[in-house]
Structure formats: structure tokens, C-alpha cells
């Protein structure tokens, strides 16, 4: 349990001491400031504290915002400093330099506090003020209209509560449930009730991720609804999988309204995103094929598409997000745009975001045909993807962005390469070196259309795909062979994510044997985890998966050569059952240890994240 020190004279009629054992906090009194510093001793180093202000006049949800949520080592409100096990030195140093200095800041005069009413000398603002001074990084949340203050008489302490009376914290908590930038069908839609949802989850007791569970055997429930085939299966589909985003919107406004984030929590919450989406597509193809109509090329096409326009966001974020002088007319523009309210909306919904793009599948899958779905999904992320893309790389070659080591690292991460690849980069690093700085893109998309292409004309059971395999693998080691921090560098791991799955989706179609795509439709699916769970690590801050575990499974050069091999040397039959081996083996290995990591990260204690959702 953590504990709260209570520090001041109180005043009649506060209610601080049942605030803070409402948020959970053990509340102990100090009598002075050398007893708060005995008492913050005893406090076991694994438990969070606060030093509280025993005069603190404010809402409640300003106290929990700046003394629950688990994100920030070091956090304060006006009158309020709290601090988790990996800020506990630091907040012990400032409380002793405070206590040796009798009260005073740096020697000298009392150290006083801004509040947001009045102004009174606090062992808690000058503890958070010493905090500041030595360059620690103390978390304070926007307030907005909420009152945290320590009145300096009881003239301003009425004001104060007076300011506290005249604002319902209870509706601005649930409005602040809610992400400030979220997609049309969604702010519109759902969330003027989700956000219910969530306090009702909230007062009973269920977490976000019980939540999120939930969310996933909805939509799991709604595939196998589509999987029947029936119209009334394929209703019943739609209207399952708007509840399963209902609920997926709930998971994270619960998170928010409760302030309940965890690195455990925000990876279910994105990978259970993507299991959710693509278990759908399966499930529309299995429905389909009992009606006579073989879509699976379409459902793989599909996921394909999504997860390339997925990467293309973490791509272009990851090469952009800390790099220096990032500014452009192109960003210019779109923030000037963004300043007209039509024109945010119409952006928000061109793109296809998840609540669009959920919406349309379902109402489609209710009223029309699987192939039909497919088709509008197809079309509408194909124009999402080219819009966002082209501006990206717009944005790209008119900026003057010099891109940081860190970012050049997270763009190898996501490029995947496995031995070959990083083979070829080490004996070519002379020659790549010499080459402009648009070549790096272009090479990773000459050689992955090449074994594409080559696949597609000639198709299985000749040696030109393996022949076209290694050529990619070739290009590939080129395009890594340096720091990818040219000003389109970002484009690489897309490139290389399109060249696999292509390269998988084209070789099964040729196979024409039943059962061949919906095997390359698992293996897709089995390396776009892969691909997915790198993103989640480098953004948790965790970097990429295990060298081990990249070597284990091939590299994305590596796998495209094995498929390439396996479709030439074994007929259309032994293909399909090798590429479902293959999706199995690669399946059970990376879902293994990803789940070992995020079960290890999350009881070792790793920072807590709350995942905002899909970009597009």
C-alpha cells in the first residue's frame, strides 16, 4: 500500500486525510519537517510515498492525477509530491536538503509555492521546487479548471473551496476518459457512451485488461459467426464486432478514467487489436467458402495492406520523433489545415482509422458479401495508404530533419534482417556507403519488386523465385548496410514487409491447391506478430526482440528465400503442408517469447505505458 505524509498545521473541515485513503494511500502525520524525513525512512523502498500538504483545499481527481498514475517516477500537484520506487533517492535528497536548510531554499529566504489560490510556504511545493533545481523530471498533469492549492489564510481557503464546488471533477474526469484525438465514427459515435461503460467497469471493480480480454472474444465470437456463412451468421458478425469495438474503446478510456496503465496492459491492448482485425478476415473467408466463393487471396491481400500501412506509420514515427530541425512547409501546411474543423474531421476519416474501418466491415458483412467487403477494404485502405504515404514522403524531402543514432537503430530493429541479410551488408558496407542518399530506399524496392515480380510471372516449380529470392537478400544487406538516416530511409522496413508477404501471397495463389492460402494466410499472420511485437518493444522502450529469436526464425530475407526454395523444389500439395509447418513453427516460437517478455516486463516492475491506438 502506498503511504502518504501528511506535513502542516490542518485546518478545520479538511477532508484531505479521506482523500487520500480513498486513492489507497496509508496516511501518517508528521509534526514537522524533520519528523516527515524520519518518516519517509520508513517507508520500504518498493512502495510509493507522497508528501501532502495537510492544508490542501482541492478536487479530488486532482490529487488522484497527480499522486496514482503509475507512469511517472516523480510527480506534483500545488501541494502534493509523490514519488515510485525508481524516484524515491531522489525525492529523499530533496526532502533532507530541505530539512538541513531549516526550511529555506538554497540557504537563503523561505522557498515559497505558487498555488493556484493564494500563496503559503509548503514542504511539499519546495520539495517538488528542489526537484526541479537538480534537473529531475517531475511529472505535473494538466489540471485544467480542477483546483489543487494550500490557501494562505482562511480568506483565500474559502475561495478555494468555493473555486472546488463550482466544478463537477466528476464530469471533467469522465471527459478526460476520452482521447483528444480519436477518428470521426468514434469521438461521434461511441464514445459519448463508452465512456459510461467505463466508469460502470471502473466502480466494480474490472481492470482495462479484463476489458481488452473481453473485447477479443467478442470479435472472436463474431469470425466464427462470419465463419458460418449464413446471412444471419454474418449480421449477427456485424453488429459483434461494433460491440467488440465498443468494448476495445472502453478498455482504454477505463484506463484512463481509473488511471490503471501497465506495460502488460498496453501491449494486450495493440496486439489484441490486430488478432481481433485479422481473425475477422478469416472468419469472412471461411464464410465465404462455404458459399461457394474462394476469397482468401482477398482476406491475405487485405492483412497485407493493413499491416504495411501500420509500418509505414511506426516507420516514419520512429525516424522522426526525436530527430533535430524537424520542420517543413508540407508539416506547416497540415497544421494550418488542422486548424479549420472540417477539415481535421475529413482528414481523421480519408485514412481509414480503426473505428472507420471496423464500421465499414460490419455494416458491409451484414447487408452484402464477403467478397464484396473485401473489395471496399481493399479500395479504401489502398487510397488511405497512397495519401498518407505521399504525404510522408512529402513531408520527408522538404524537411531539413537531422535523424538521431537512436532513430537509425529503431529502423534497423524494424527492418528484420537475418543472417544473410546483415551478411551481404557486412561485405558490401564500402561500396553501400558510396552509393547517394535515395539509393537506400530504391534498392530495397528494386530487389523486393524483382523477387515479387519474378515470382508471380514464372510461379512455383521453377528456379527463378529462389534465383530472385537471393538477389533480394542482396539488396536488402545493401540497403542496411549503413545507418538508415537519409531522409527516405524510413520506407526500408515497409519495403521489405510488402516484398515478404507479397512474395508468400503470390507463390500460394499459383500453388492452386485447396488449403494453400489459407496456410500463407497463417504464416502472414504469424510474421506480422513478429513484426507488430518489435514495434510494441521499441516503443515500451524495451528495443527489439532477441537476436536469437530473428536468427531462429530466418530474418525477412531469410523466410522469403525458404518459401521461394520450398515452392520450387516440392509439389503444390507438400507446399501448402510445409507452408503451414512453417506458420505453425514460426507461431509457437514468437508468440513464446514474446509472452515471456511482456509477463517478465510487467512483474519486473517496467515503466507502465498506455498505448493511444492505431495511428491509421
Known amino acids: 500500500m502506498p503511504t502518504a505524509i501528511l506535513t502542516g498545521q490542518p485546518v478545520p473541515g479538511s477532508s484531505i486525510e479521506g482523500d487520500l485513503r480513498s486513492l489507497g494511500y496509508d ?86 509555492a505558487q498555488s493556484s489560490v493564494g500563496d503559503v510556504d509548503s514542504l511539499a511545493d519546495r520539495v517538488a521546487t528542489a526537484l526541479d533545481g ?36 466528476e464530469a471533467i474526469r469522465l471527459k478526460s476518459a476520452v482521447k483528444a484525438r480519436d477518428g470521426f465514427f468514434t469521438t461521434f459515435c461511441i464514445s459519448p457512451y463508452s465512456r459510461y461503460i467505463a466508469r460502470w467497469c ?75 482485425e485479422y481473425a475477422y478476415y478469416a472468419g469472412l473467408a471461411l464464410g465465404a467458402a462455404r458459399g461457394g466463393d474462394d476469397v482468401w487471396a482477398l482476406a491475405l491481400g487485405a492483412m497485407i495492406l493493413q499491416t504495411c500501412r501500420h509500418v509505414v506509420d511506426f ?88 535523424r538521431t543514432d537512436r532513430a537509425a537503430q529503431a529502423l534497423a530493429d524494424l527492418a528484420d534482417s537475418g543472417e544473410r541479410g546483415l551478411g551481404f551488408a557486412a561485405v558490401l558496407k564500402k561500396p553501400a556507403r558510396r552509393l547517394p542518399g535515395f539509393a537506400v530506399p530504391a534498392v530495397a524496392l528494386l530487389g523486393g519488386a524483382l523477387v515479387v515480380a519474378v515470382s508471380a510471372a514464372t510461379g512455383p516449380s521453377t528456379p527463378w523465385p529462389p534465383l530472385a529470392a537471393l538477389v533480394y537478400a542482396v539488396t536488402s544487406g545493401i540497403a542496411v548496410a549503413r545507418p538508415l538516416k537519409g531522409a527516405l530511409d524510413w520506407l526500408v ?27 500463407a494466410f497463417g504464416l502472414v499472420a504469424a510474421v506480422a506478430y513478429h513484426h507488430y511485437d518489435t514495434v510494441y518493444r521499441i516503443r515500451g522502450g524495451a528495443g527489439a526482440p532477441p537476436a536469437w529469436l530473428v536468427r531462429t526464425i530466418g530474418g525477412h530475407e531469410g523466410r522469403t528465400l525458404l518459401v521461394t526454395l520450398l515452392a520450387a523444389v516440392l509439389t503444390a500439395s ?43
Open 574 to 616: 507438400q507446399f501448402t503442408v510445409a507452408l503451414t509447418a512453417l506458420a505453425v513453427a514460426v507461431a509457437l516460437v514468437v508468440l513464446v517469447e514474446s509472452i515471456r517478455f511482456w509477463v517478465t516486463a510487467h512483474k519486473g516492475g517496467a515503466p507502465a505505458v498506455h498505448d493511444e491506438g492505431e495511428p491509421a
Open 202 to 276: 471502473a466502480r466494480r471493480g474490472l481492470t482495462p485488461n479484463q476489458v481488452t480480454t473481453a473485447s477479443l472474444i467478442t470479435a472472436l465470437i463474431a469470425a466464427g459467426c462470419a465463419a458460418t456463412g449464413t446471412r444471419v451468421g454474418f449480421v449477427a458478425a456485424g453488429l459483434l464486432l461494433i460491440f467488440s469495438f465498443v468494448l476495445d474503446c472502453t478498455d482504454g478510456q477505463l484506463a484512463r478514467y481509473s488511471l490503471q496503465y501497465s506495460t502488460l496492459g498496453a501491449w494486450l491492448d495493440a496486439t489484441f487489436d490486430r488478432a481481433k
Open 315 to 402: 516507420s516514419f514515427n520512429e525516424a522522426n520523433h526525436d530527430a533535430t530541425a524537424n520542420t517543413s512547409p508540407t508539416a506547416a501546411l497540415s497544421d494550418k489545415l488542422d486548424s479549420v474543423g472540417w477539415t481535421v474531421w475529413l482528414r481523421r476519416m480519408i485514412v481509414l482509422p480503426i473505428g472507420e474501418r471496423w464500421a465499414m466491415i460490419a455494416v458491409l458483412t451484414a447487408v452484402t458479401t464477403p467478397r464484396i467487403t473485401f473489395y471496399a477494404l481493399l479500395i479504401g485502405c489502398a487510397f488511405a495508404a497512397t495519401y498518407t504515404t505521399a504525404g510522408r514522403v512529402l513531408r520527408s524531402l522538404t524537411r531539413k530533419a537531422r
Open 493 to 519: 522496413p515497409p519495403v521489405f514487409r510488402a516484398a515478404e508477404y507479397c512474395t508468400v501471397l503470390v507463390l500460394a495463389a499459383q500453388a492452386d491447391v485447396n488449403g494453400a492460402l489459407p496456410a
Open 134 to 169: 537538480e534537473g529531475t523530471d517531475v511529472h505535473r498533469p494538466e489540471l485544467g479548471s480542477l483546483v489543487a492549492a494550500v490557501p494562505a489564510d482562511p480568506q483565500a481557503r474559502n475561495e478555494a473551496r468555493q473555486a472546488v464546488a463550482s466544478v463537477d471533477d
Open 27 to 112: 496516511v501518517r502525520t508528521a509534526a514537522d519537517p524533520a519528523d516527515a524525513e524520519t518518516l519517509l525512512a520508513q517507508v520500504p523502498g518498493d512502495q510509493r510515498v507522497a508528501l501532502v500538504d495537510a492544508r490542501f483545499v482541492g478536487h479530488l481527481h486532482a490529487l488522484r492525477l497527480g499522486l496514482t498514475d503509475p507512469r511517472f517516477p516523480l510527480a506534483a500537484v500545488p501541494g502534493a509530491v509523490t514519488a515510485q520506487p525508481a524516484g524515491r533517492q531522489a525525492l529523499t535528497r530533496a526532502v533532507a536538503r530541505e530539512t538541513s536548510a531549516g526550511g529555506t531554499a538554497d540557504g537563503g529566504a523561505p522557498a515559497r
